[in-house]
């Protein structure tokens, strides 16, 4: 599933119905930003590009059949190229390649700029909550601002925010992703209930 099934104008409407829904319980400000890729992993596309060419460099030695030592480094470098190329082209094949550690670390670093830049940090009660996509390396971020006291919700909300993970981590799904979202708001209903004088300060309608 591509990054345009949670970003097309059918999906949009539908994490902006989830959010009024938990809007209308709590007094806290959901935000949802999808982003295709988080960072750049160039590295992995060139440790695919020298293994290849390695490997072609190998074949050019070792096997039985001759070839022109003239065309080797040419061709080596196509091998390079080609694979480089390859892993670029093919999503699957550099996150495999690609630390988990290294994904969840850009996701995170990422997912905070994302907070500054939408100006989350901006609500009357600073309690904004940035759900932050990331779909090449299949991570939902959660970013609170200081009004939202992780340790009130508890483990509720740590289910939650798993929940929203896993909707991404085997093959994002949608419907899942939609269903652990609309979980938040009786979680949040219970920590920061909705007042009579709220206003809704920030946009229901996610950042693509």
Do not use: Q
Request: some cysteine; proline content about 5%.
């Amino acid at each position: 599933m591509g990054t345009s099934a949670f970003t097309d104008k059918a999906a949009k409407d539908e994490v902006a119905r989830c959010i009024r829904e938990i809007e209308r319980v709590t007094s806290a400000e959901v935000v949802v930003a999808v982003r295709a890729t988080s960072g750049h992993y160039r590295h992995t596309d060139y440790l695919v590009g020298f293994a290849l060419s390695f490997a072609a460099l190998l074949v050019f030695l070792f096997d039985e059949h001759e070839f022109s030592i003239d065309w080797m480094p040419l061709d080596s470098v196509i091998a390079f190229a080609f694979g480089a190329f390859a892993s670029t082209s093919i999503p699957p094949l550099r996150r495999a390649l690609t630390s988990r550690r290294l994904m969840r670390a850009n996701v995170r670093t990422s997912a905070r700029a994302a907070f500054v830049d939408l100006g989350i940090g901006k609500t009357s009660g600073r309690t904004g909550i940035l759900v932050y996509v990331s779909m090449f390396e299949r991570v939902v971020e959660v970013v609170p601002d200081v009004g939202v006291d992780i340790a009130v919700l508890g483990a509720p909300f740590t289910a939650a925010i798993a929940a929203l993970d896993a909707a991404l981590h085997r093959g994002p799904s949608f419907p899942r992703f939609t269903e652990a979202l609309r979980a938040l708001g009786p979680i949040l209903g219970k920590a920061l209930p909705r007042m009579a004088d709220d206003l809704n300060e920030l946009p229901d309608e996610p950042h693509a």
